[in-house]
């Protein structure tokens, strides 16, 4: 068991005093059997008229704020503890029926998981199945678990991370032909491909722990991290980071999840003035271990 403590502060500065529209939070982790919320706070400047918590479709909780002040800043700050426990190797896991691929998923979830299996980005070239089909072939074994980890693999060994600036996250076949991106971008890479496979496939917004900054490998670090879960029979959703090749939850720090990234977008509010009076946006995050 490892207690990680996650300090996430956004930090918008404007040229003039503007009035704000409703912002919505996600930040706030779910209790699951693998981590366990302690602590969590939020700190509004301006101090916030109202605060009140949802739940999404997905479960989330979200925070809908609403500040009736008029400002030329606005800083979010949030702080969560939660003990964390990393789960066992998905082989050990997974019904009999599902080890090899491909297999079929019971008739009773699939009305659930329909959604989460068809594909939402047009593909009308039939590119981004094209590429997962050769993790088919690879896997020698025809075990599922190979078809996903090698699938997982090629992204984090033959893409090139790459942060920006601009909001939003590439289409599927964008990250394919540019071979680079961001965790966002190689989460739903992955979703796609494994769609396209007949996989249940969503998508993940959280944090993930850096063992090491100075020495460690692990991308993702600083900012908001993503990745994706894929169904499997007797194993649940299971995490896999294409951006980092990690399967499974070690150092993973899941906040919510959705059918599309559109929907599991950290912080997201508007404000009332001109275009130009936006100046600056400052994301920091750091993610600590107590033990």
């Known amino acids: 068991m490892t207690v990680y403590s996650v300090r996430h502060v956004t930090h918008y500065t404007y040229k003039r005093p503007v009035s704000f529209g409703q912002h919505r939070v996600l930040f706030r982790p779910r209790d699951s059997f693998d981590q366990r919320l302690l ?17 999404d479709v997905f479960g989330n909780c979200i925070a809908l ?24 190797p998905i082989h050990l896991e997974m019904d009999t029926e599902a080890l090899t691929y491909p297999f079929s998923y019971d008739e009773e979830e699939m009305p659930d998981l329909a959604c989460t299996i068809a594909r939402s980005y047009e593909d009308p070239e039939g ?3 094209h590429w997962a089909q050769q993790f088919v072939g690879s896997a020698s074994t025809g075990r599922t678990a190979h078809v996903l980890m090698t699938l997982c693999f090629a992204i984090r060994q033959s893409f090139v991370y790459a942060r920006r600036t601009e909001r939003g996250t ?40 850096v063992h090491d900054r100075d020495g460690s490998k692990t991308l993702g670090g600083g900012s908001t991290h993503a990745w994706c879960q894929i169904y499997l029979p007797g194993a649940g959703w299971v995490e896999f980071d294409p951006t980092n090749g990690i399967v499974g939850n070690q150092y993973l720090i899941r906040v919510g999840v959705a059918r599309d990234p559109r929907q599991a977008i950290p912080l997201w509010g508007t404000y009332e003035g001109d275009a130009d009076d936006f100046d600056d946006m400052v994301v920091q995050v750091n993610v600590t271990s107590e033990t």
């Open 170 to 209: 590439q289409t599927p076949i964008q990250t394919l032909q540019r071979r680079q991106g961001t965790c966002r971008d190689f989460a739903l890479l992955m979703m796609e491909a494994a769609r396209s496979l007949g996989f249940a496939a969503r998508f993940v917004t959280g944090y993930i722990y």
């Open 39 to 55: 602590e969590a706070t939020m700190t509004i400047e301006p101090r916030p008229a109202q605060v009140r918590w949802i739940h």
């Open 127 to 129: 590119q981004v199945e």
């Open 65 to 88: 704020v609403d500040i009736d002040h008029r400002s030329d800043q606005l800083r979010f700050e949030t702080n969560i503890r939660l003990d964390h426990n990393h789960g066992p």
